[in-house]
Structure formats: C-alpha cells, structure tokens
C-alpha cells in the first residue's frame, strides 16, 4: 500500500464519539449506614462520581424536589420519609447513565425487585415501594433539574465527547490505569484457572483506592 493511500485511510477513519451522560441518585434516609457498601456498587459499575452531598431536606424542600409526583396518593408519605433524616445525593456520569443506573438500582418495589432483579440494590438494600433504598433520575430533562436542585452552585458543564473526550482518557486516566496493569503483572497469581476473575477483581480494587479524583465531602449534614 502507498504512503499515499495509507494517508486516505487515516482520514476516512472517524473517531468515535463518547457521550457521558449525568444523573442524580439520592441514597435515602433509613440506608445511610449501607452508603459506603452502594457507593462501591456504583463504583464499581463503571460510574464517577461528579459531585456529594449530605444533606438533610425539610418537608418543603422534599415537595419542591419531587414537585413532579404532586398529587398522588402517596406524596404525603414519600415527603415524610425522605425529609424524616439526611440522605446523600451524588451526581454520577458515564455513558448511558441514566437508563444503566436505573437498571442498577432496580424496580421501584423492593419486593419485586427481590424477585425480580436480585442482584440489584433495592433488592439487596431496600425493604418495600417507599423505602427502596435509591432514588435515579427519569431522564435527561428531571437528571439537570435535579442536579441543579441539589447542586445549585456547580454549572452543568458538558461532558467532553470526541477528541476531547479522548485527549482527558490520555491525560488522566490512562496513566492510572497504566500503572494498575503493572502493579497486577507483578501480583498475577500462577494458577491459569483463576486468572482472569482474578485480574478483573483486583484491578477494580486498585483502580478504586488509588483514584485521585474521588470526591471529598464533608461528614456534617447540610440542612435545607
């Protein structure tokens, strides 16, 4: 092949786009003691967390935040509960992160979602329709105006896509991920049979407690 027609081929390659999405999830009152084991679930689903707080609504603030659900038999009760003690609201991103977090967390009807999808968090952390553990935006137009609601200080930004998108994965994130595959050469275990769910769980483990960029929150409650 030609320096000339090599050339051609390299510009009729498109770079792919990589489209992040954000939604907002709210770990409820009665689970607060269960964050840190749903946070490593979130984690570990492929997500970053973009923004945490801890917050403890009045009943007020909670009928403004689900203002969408006004009306129904069960907003008086849904209010009560969700200002009954402080949650924790984490702004969360990826591609997809809408439809694949609301895939993680499960039916809205803990119960069901025993049955169901066992597997996700309100089935392993949730007790019934009310007290279902998390809460995940419906789509893109409820994820900004809840993120906003939670973060009114913090601009929603873009997610970089493209070459942007692809120059901060050469910046930031390739460096810790390249020396996470050196340190696992280093420990990979001898035994064939164990390797690769070895590989994969130890790697996530050391991804998660050398990342950087994790965010920091203040341990005392905000009160709204």
């Avoid at 999405?21 to 009152?29: A, H, M, S």
């Avoid at 601009?155 to 901060?168: C, F, K, N, R, S």
């Avoid at 994965?169 to 050469?185: E, Y």
């Amino acid at each position: 092949m030609s320096q000339n027609q090599m050339e051609i081929m390299k510009r009729s390659i498109v770079t792919p786009k990589i489209h992040v999405e954000r939604t907002l999830v709210l770990i409820k009152p009665d689970v607060l003691h269960k964050a840190e084991e749903i946070e490593e679930i979130i984690l570990h689903s492929g997500f970053h967390i973009v923004q945490k707080l801890k917050v403890h609504l009045c009943p007020e603030k909670c009928s403004d935040f689900y203002a969408e659900q006004y009306g129904k038999m069960f907003f008086p009760s849904l209010t009560a509960y969700m200002s009954s003690g402080p949650i924790i609201a984490l702004e969360l991103a990826r591609h997809d992160a809408i439809n694949f977090w609301r895939r993680v967390m499960g039916p809205s009807n803990s119960l069901k979602a025993k049955e169901t999808h066992p597997e996700s968090i309100r089935a392993i952390c949730g007790t019934d329709d009310l007290r279902n553990a998390v809460h995940g935006s419906y789509c893109l137009t409820s994820a900004e105006r809840e993120i906003r609601f939670m973060f009114p200080e913090a601009p929603i930004e873009p997610m970089p896509t493209g070459q942007v998108a692809l120059d901060y994965l050469k910046l930031f994130v390739n460096p810790m991920l390249l020396s996470g595959l050196i340190d696992l050469c280093k420990k990979k275990p001898s035994d064939p049979y164990v390797c690769y769910p070895y590989f994969r769980i130890w790697l996530a483990e050391w991804l998660l407690k050398h990342n950087t960029n994790r965010p920091k929150m203040n341990d005392e409650a905000v009160y709204h």
